[in-house]
């Protein structure tokens, strides 16, 4: 049963690789709706192009925590209570941006949409710098000691590896939710993603590759490399499809760039999973940081079970919305007066 | 100690945070089934009354629900941050709820819940209504799961003792833990009552709004006479009829759960005086051992002593009763139990560091009695109020509408808010009543399966971390629950036509059926 500890490492890479896929996207739009769109109508095609699965995609967060809580307690107790300050803005940028989502178009008054557009759009750059953040902090390491908790401070975990992370995630989001646009909407989102992706991409894929390759130079391997240039590769395959108009392919090339990035980062890292920077001895380990073989066990067949059946339905979910938003699309929105007669 | 106690903070944030999302969770899993019960009469009868409802109650559904979602979040966070050593020490056995809750219980509820909102017009309308079952199947599951893994704490099972530490060699024993089971059936009902006293209210606001407005009169006999009025939208022919139908509905949901609260508290209260007597003594408090129920006592309760309580009322046999199903078994009281914990699991804390300065402090095996006393009775008496409320309710609309009596009104609306209160007084209950274990030993499980909360803080965590968490938090969640109350009010008086707009439309037709035109039936 040696093996269950490496199984689940990799499923939680997976949940980790499918979250900043999906989301990825998600917090890209949230991001480009503030800063991007010119107009309300815009906004709510951007929006409306995440609204029926943002929520769904939001649940891989959720997963890859529960499942690291369940099969590394270790690795899930020193790396939240290391990252307790960043964590906590991640935790409130996450509850405006969902509540926006949900209230933004329910108000009255011009001051409640920019209040829940302000929410929305800073809510999802928080949170995609906090999430880049931890996912760095674990592959480039904290300072913890031989119990596994944090020393130096609140902030120990600000270093500079971590804050090319949260850039890499941030810049991804941008591009990839570009991408996402020009292939899920049409009309002026779509061109404005087009030539967003085309003209950005280039300068906000280098934290991404950057983040890979500081993991690289301290633990990598010759697999761990060729994924690198398997994500480089990536982003100029997706650039030019961009440039020939291919939407489709530039999406999945900047998919494959993330995939083939953070497969690099893992696996470079691996066995790995947090490292302490104050001494090797002190690093959690596949093996150290396990739940025992019966729950990594039990867990398996959940997960054997689970995933395919999430792959299904969030896939039919894409397939069942899978037209074009647009601006004539969008309804009027309607003011909601009270049902009461006027004396 | 120093000023800030770490512990106490992390503490304070654990409790803000549950009871407020245990706020939006029962009203959640309370009104989704009645939405969908509500939209699969649409579909059999074809009535245009069902088809209102179902957008009127699933408009505020949405808006609630979303809150729920997002300070969802923090609870699967806070383990790690705030409680790292709790999280190693129970990770074998505890994460694995927690991980199927979210692998199997909160992918299904998100990913079908946007289908029900974007599916109007899109998925046939079997395939549209069963996605709305699935996501409050997945809303009920996930409350299954994470009542499993605090049913652990409550009363660990399923586990063996290695290394010092509980690894999990039984999962049907966590999964069908008793504890669990009796919290998990008597959450749900707690959580209909939710839902119904919320039907309850709301309707009964706008069938009074209708007779204040001169749209609903009553005959000689006091039968209701509705009528119409063409100025207000969505006051139409068949406006008296929903909110009725509603209020009955409501009433009759907030009965049903309440008898189903009373028989699965019975049950869990009878388990509970076996697996964690001194929190039943507790809320009893009962200090000698004895066979009567304290119906007022008074003292100061929270000293161990237990020498200041004065029992005014008591009901003799009642104790007997409520913990062993007779009336003459005694029940050991505090002064009893207190020995007996003491030498089983020390007179004090062992002199080890993960106990900070609080290491070799004397235990205070006794939970906070003002707590356990008056969260046992809050959660009773509110639930109580609110069964009676809905049954008198029902009585006083038996002729198809409300008095005129503004109060009545408002007392039927802040009715809303008894069976929350019931809730989290019960989980406070509850919780407090564990204390000083955050995981409470099993009198017949495994030895050493405990762990006092004193141990549970992250070590590595200051008191100033979690000072600006727990006052960010709340903050963040005080304003939240203004905008969802503001929103909510604002659906509500809206009526039906804040959730049907065409109504306010009057060249529009009401329809389902946008398919000829392009725009989508629903959109942010």
């Keep these: 049963m040696d093996f269950l500890p490496t199984v689940w490492f990799v499923i939680i890479v997976v949940l980790w690789i499918g979250y900043l896929f999906l989301e990825g996207f998600d917090l890209g739009v949230g991001m480009h709706m503030l800063f991007s769109a010119k107009n309300e109508n815009q906004r709510r095609v951007m929006l409306n192009a995440i609204g029926p699965v943002w929520d769904g995609n939001e649940v891989w967060l959720v997963t890859a925590i529960g499942a690291t809580f369940a099969a590394f307690p270790d690795w899930y107790a020193s790396l939240l209570s290391s990252l307790y300050i960043p964590l906590v803005f991640v935790l409130l940028a996450l509850i405006f941006r969902a509540v926006a989502i949900e209230y933004r178009g329910k108000g009255k008054s011009v001051r409640w949409s920019r209040f829940w557009n302000a929410a929305l759009g800073i809510g999802s750059l928080v949170a995609a710098f906090g999430i880049g953040v931890t996912l760095a902090a674990s592959t480039t390491g904290l300072p913890l000691d031989a119990n596994g908790d944090r020393v130096g401070g609140p902030l120990a975990w600000l270093t500079p590896s971590t804050i090319v992370g949260g850039l890499a995630v941030v810049g991804f989001s941008l591009v990839h939710a570009a991408t996402f646009l020009a292939l899920k909407t049409d009309g002026d989102v779509r061109l404005a993603g087009n030539r967003f992706a085309g003209r950005v991409s280039p300068i906000a894929v280098l934290p991404l590759l950057a983040w890979a390759l500081i993991v690289q130079f301290s633990s990598g391997s010759p697999l761990s490399w060729a994924l690198v240039v398997v994500a480089a590769a990536a982003v100029v395959v997706a650039w030019s499809a961009n440039r020939g108009g291919s939407e489709g392919l530039a999406f999945v090339g900047f998919g494959l760039f993330l995939i083939a990035a953070m497969a690099a980062i893992f696996l470079a890292q691996y066995p790995v999973v947090l490292p302490s920077t104050i001494s090797r001895s002190f690093d959690l380990t596949v093996a150290s940081a396990s739940s025992a073989p019966y729950t990594l066990g039990v867990m398996s067949v959940v997960a054997c079970f689970g995933i395919p059946l999430v792959l299904a339905y969030q896939g039919w979910t894409y397939w069942v919305f899978r037209k074009r938003v647009s601006a004539s699309h969008i309804p009027e929105a309607h003011p909601v007066e009270p049902a009461v007669r006027r004396a | ?524």
């Design chain 2, 1 to 524: 100690m120093g000023s800030l106690d770490p512990l106490l903070i992390a503490r304070w944030q654990f409790g803000i945070t549950t009871v407020y999302h245990f706020w939006m969770v029962p009203l959640t899993i309370g009104l989704g089934p009645v939405v969908a019960g509500m939209q699969m009469r649409w579909h059999r009868t074809g009535d245009v009354r069902w088809y209102r409802m179902v957008k009127f109650w699933g408009k505020l559904y949405l808006i609630n629900f979303i809150v729920g979602v997002a300070t969802g979040l923090v609870q699967e966070f806070q383990f790690g941050m705030a409680w790292s050593e709790y999280a190693k020490f129970v990770g074998d056995v505890f994460g694995a709820p927690l991980a199927m809750e979210a692998l199997l219980a909160f992918f299904v509820e998100s990913t079908f819940l946007g289908l029900w909102i974007f599916g109007w017009n899109k998925l046939p309308k079997a395939v549209h209504v069963a996605c709305l079952w699935l996501a409050i199947g997945g809303s009920i599951l996930s409350a299954y799961f994470i009542i499993v893994a605090n049913s652990w704490m409550q009363h660990p099972v399923g586990v063996v003792l290695v290394k010092g530490h509980p690894v999990m060699n039984d999962v049907w024993a966590v999964l069908t833990n008793n504890t669990a089971i009796t919290a998990f059936t008597h959450t749900m009902f707690g959580s209909f009552g939710v839902g119904g006293a919320f039907l309850l209210g709301i309707s009964w606001y706008h069938l009074w709004q209708r007779r204040r407005d001169g749209i609903d009169t009553v005959d000689a006999a006091g039968r209701v006479v509705s009528g119409v009025a063409p100025d207000i939208p969505g006051r139409d022919g068949s406006d008296h009829s929903i909110w009725i139908t509603s209020l009955r509905i409501g009433a009759v949901v907030a009965i049903v759960a309440f008898a189903g609260v009373a028989i699965t508290g019975d049950a869990q209260g009878k388990l509970m005086f076996q697996q964690q007597p001194l929190k039943m003594a507790a809320a009893e408090a009962a200090c000698h051992t004895g066979t009567s129920f304290s119906v007022l006592s008074v003292g100061k309760l929270g000293s161990t002593s237990c020498s200041d309580v004065v029992p005014i009322i008591e009901i003799p046999g009642l104790l007997s009763f409520l913990a062993k199903g007779n009336f003459t078994t005694t029940v050991e009281g505090v002064d009893q139990l207190l020995p007996q914990y003491e030498a089983k699991y020390g007179t004090n804390l062992p002199d080890n560091p993960i106990y900070g300065s609080r290491a070799g402090e004397k235990i205070d095996y006794l939970p906070m009695m003002e707590v356990t006393y008056w969260g046992f009775r809050m959660m009773i008496g509110f639930g109580g109020i609110a069964a009676f409320a809905a049954a008198v309710a029902l009585w006083l609309t038996r002729r198809g509408t409300v008095p005129r009596s503004k109060g009545v009104m408002l007392l039927a609306v802040g009715g809303i808010l008894a069976p929350f209160a019931a809730n989290s007084a019960g989980w406070v209950f509850t919780e407090m009543g564990r204390q000083p274990f955050v995981v409470a030993p099993n009198p017949t499980g495994v030895d050493g399966v405990y762990m006092f909360t004193a141990a549970a803080v992250s070590p590595g965590v200051s008191a100033g971390e979690m000072l600006f968490s727990v006052i960010a938090l709340t903050a963040v969640y005080a304003v939240l629950m203004v905008f969802e109350i503001r929103l909510l009010v604002r659906y509500v008086r809206g009526g039906i036509a804040s959730a049907v707009p065409e109504l306010a439309e009057p060249d529009q037709p009401e329809s389902d059926d946008h398919s000829k035109s392009d725009v989508l039936a629903f959109a942010y």
